[in-house]
C-alpha cells in the first residue's frame, strides 16, 4: 500500500481503464515488433533468434558443423583438436585459419555457407579414382606425355633402389 492510501479497492471504471490501456500498449508493442521484422536487420535478428531456440548454437552442433569440414577439406585431427573444445580463441584461430564464416560456424547460418569461398582440393590429396578421372580428360597425346614420365620416374627409383 502506498503511503497516505486508504485501502479502497479501485472502481470498476477504473480497472476497465486500465484493461484497456494494457490492451492499446500490447497492441502497439506487437505493430513495432511487426514493423521490426519487416526490415531486413529485423528478419535476420528474427533468424538468429529461430537459430539460437533450435540449438544450432549449441556446443554439440558447432563440433558436428567443424567435424563436416574436417570431413569435407580432409583436414587433418591435429588441425581440428583445439577448436573441438569450442572455446572461443579456438575458434578464432580456426576461423581464419580456414577462411570460414562466423555466422556459419557459430549459428548455424546457412546464408554464411554461401558466402565462404569454395575451396579447390589441394592436388597431393587427389584420390585414385580422381586421378583416373582427371587422366581420362586429357588429350591422346598429354596422356603419353604423361605414360612417358611416369615410367622415366619408375625406372629412376628402380635404380636407386638397387
Known amino acids: ?32 515488433r511487426k514493423a521490426r521484422l519487416r526490415t531486413a536487420e529485423g528478419r535476420e535478428l528474427a533468424a538468429k533468434a529461430r537459430l539460437a531456440i ?12 567443424i567435424l563436416w569440414l574436417a570431413h569435407e577439406r580432409k583436414l587433418p585431427p591435429v588441425d581440428i583438436a583445439k577448436a573441438m573444445t569450442c572455446k572461443l580463441h579456438h575458434l578464432a584461430d580456426f576461423i581464419k585459419r580456414h577462411d570460414l564464416s562466423y555466422d556459419w560456424l557459430l549459428y548455424g547460418d546457412l546464408k554464411g ?22 587422366y581420362a580428360e586429357l588429350s591422346l597425346e598429354d596422356r603419353r606425355q604423361i605414360t612417358r614420365r611416369m615410367a622415366e620416374l619408375l625406372a629412376t627409383a628402380a635404380a636407386d633402389q638397387s
Open 1 to 32: 500500500m502506498r503511503k497516505g492510501s486508504t485501502s479502497k479497492k479501485p472502481s470498476r471504471k477504473t480497472i476497465r481503464k486500465r484493461v484497456a490501456t494494457r490492451r492499446r500498449n500490447a497492441a502497439k508493442r506487437d505493430r513495432m
Open 113 to 134: 555457407l554461401l558466402r565462404m569461398p569454395v575451396k579447390k582440393q589441394s592436388p597431393a590429396i587427389l584420390t585414385a579414382a580422381d586421378i583416373v578421372k582427371l
Open 54 to 65: 533450435d540449438g544450432a548454437c549449441s556446443t554439440e552442433a558447432t563440433q558436428r558443423r
